[in-house]
């Protein structure tokens, strides 16, 4: 029992610090809102699963590959801005999966999230995936800072400025994937945007910011899984006021 009771727990603590880091990147490319607006990219697929009793999360997998890959296409084929793009298919995700979602108890499941059970092969699934996404960025994350500075300068170093952008996309789409049935579709975003603007508060060091924003969605995770449990409250909206609590502490620090 305390064994089925840990493994959420420790996949969400593993997926808050993927999420936290992927965050400090979209910080840095000015797509920090794009992770509230690409959650809801997988409600459609959500609501499919849940049509087709499947697993809701290879719906929302199914999705939020095929948004990624029209908004990485629109990125190349056209003059608008990724928020605009992102924002085109956020607006077509929502509605699709208002009509497909039909049940309001299914549907605050997959607009909120919490812990259920958890099997193992989702476990390791997960687990991997989540250390699949912090190897994969500290990997690029020359690359990125490369591409966000100066895309000029990342193709004269010869630097594939679209397959990097690609790569940042798809692990973006994966950190939201893994996070997804801790938070719903509703409130996944902001363990990605909220963590990287503390951290951002707080130091203004490269590094130092990318490791304090993953360590930031753990101790909100931590701190919301604690509190969510001692007093009955829902995990995701737990989750997001302490990663919003300690957001407002960082506006303490004094800046020179």
């Known amino acids: ?40 990219i997988a409600i459609p697929g959500l609501g499919l699963a849940l049509l087709w009793k499947i697993n809701p999360l290879f719906g929302a997998g ?36 208002a009509l497909l979602i039909n ?15 958890l099997s193992s092969a989702e476990f390791w699934f997960g687990s991997l995936v989540s250390l699949f996404i912090i190897f994969a960025l500290w990997q690029l994350r020359h ?23 690609l790569w940042f996309l798809l692990l973006f789409g994966l950190a939201i994937l893994v996070s997804l049935r801790f938070l719903g579709a509703l409130l996944v ?34 701190l919301g899984y604690l509190i969510a449990s001692t007093y009955s409250l829902e995990l995701g909206a737990t989750v997001v006021v302490v990663a919003t609590g300690l957001f407002i502490l960082s506006l303490l620090k004094p800046h020179r």
């Open 143 to 165: 690359k990125l800072i490369l591409t966000l500075f100066s895309p000029d300068l990342a193709a004269s170093a010869k630097v594939n400025v679209d397959r990097v952008n």
């Open 189 to 222: 975003g902001s363990l990605i945007i909220i963590p990287a603007a503390t951290a951002r508060q707080l130091t203004h060091s490269l590094n130092r910011f990318l490791v304090l924003s993953s360590l930031l969605g753990i101790v909100a995770m931590v």
């Open 103 to 117: 049940s309001t108890e299914e549907l605050i499941d997959a607009l909120f999230g919490g812990f259920g059970k």
């Open 1 to 40: 029992m305390l064994y089925d009771q840990a493994l959420p727990l420790i996949l969400a603590l593993i997926a808050a610090a993927a999420a936290g880091l992927v965050g400090a990147f979209a910080l840095m490319k000015r797509t920090i809102l794009a992770g509230d607006v690409m959650s809801h």
């Open 62 to 97: 199914l999705t939020l590959l095929l948004g990624i890959l029209i908004i990485w296409q629109l990125q190349k084929k056209t003059s608008l801005t990724t928020e605009a793009v992102i924002g085109v298919i956020f607006a077509s995700s929502v509605a699709l999966g």
